[in-house]
């Protein structure tokens, strides 16, 4: 069964450090998008991505997050200058129709 | 905007015993419905959805939900609860646009302990 997949499953970065978290979506799904959940917190809406561009994204995602399809298989996430706050786990989801998500990756920022 | 509650943080069962749990929405029209479980350091996985039709919906591990519009609620069921049904379960919601672009609200979720 087709799966989305995520790297690295774990990331420890220095504060005002870039990271780049990569997804890999589900081959037929056309909408990609990023979530995160701090710790003990409920999970929360960053991006959308459609056809090349950002569809929607929610006030969390301020100009140090950016995120890119690169290729035809590869969705990312860039936090430019990683603060404290970012630390939490960060889901990739893809859809057709159905949300499907990756394992995560679990950002700690020091 | 849309949001859930899901009025319950930590609910314990003992094994083979009946569960519900709740989750009620806000959304101005009719909603995308799901429940997704999270086991510990794991991802989320779709327990079920509700898009349209039949409101009772039937998912995987033997869970089902009914969407119940004068209630705005979306509870999920499961007759006999196994050990391994210990997770934390979210209710979400998405935006019905009409279109397969759309985000996902979700609730705080509800901790499951099983107990044998």
């Known amino acids: 069964e087709p799966e989305v997949t995520q790297t690295p499953s774990h990331q420890v970065t220095q504060m005002g450090q870039e990271v780049i978290l990569r997804c890999v979506p589900i081959?037929?799904?056309?909408?990609f998008y990023w979530y995160r959940q701090i710790l003990g917190q409920k999970v929360e809406f960053l991006v959308s991505?459609?056809?090349?561009?950002?569809?929607?994204k929610s006030e969390i995602f301020d100009d140090q997050f950016s995120v890119e399809r690169p290729d035809g298989s590869n969705f990312t996430l860039k936090i430019r200058s990683t603060k404290l706050e970012d630390s939490a786990m960060y889901f990739c989801?893809?859809?057709?129709?159905?949300?499907?998500f990756g394992p995560g990756t679990r950002l700690l920022v020091l | 905007a849309q949001s859930v509650t899901q009025p319950d943080i930590h609910i314990t069962v003992s094994e083979g015993a009946s569960l519900e749990l709740r989750c009620n929405y806000s959304?101005?029209?009719?909603?995308?419905l799901f429940w997704y479980v999270q086991s510990p350091g794991q991802g989320l996985q779709l327990l079920l959805k509700y898009f349209s039709g039949d409101t009772l919906v039937q998912g995987i591990k033997g869970f089902e939900a009914e969407f119940k519009r004068s209630q705005s609620s979306f509870n999920l069921r499961k007759p006999s609860v196994h050990w391994s049904d210990a997770a934390e379960y979210f209710c979400a919601v998405g935006a019905n646009s009409g279109g397969s672009n759309y985000k996902l609200t979700f609730g705080k979720g509800t901790l499951l302990t099983v107990n044998p």
């Open positions: 959304y101005g029209a009719t909603p995308y």
């Open positions: 989801a893809s859809s057709a129709e159905t949300q499907y």
């Open positions: 081959s037929n799904h056309l909408y």
């Open positions: 991505f459609y056809n090349n561009e950002i569809s929607e």
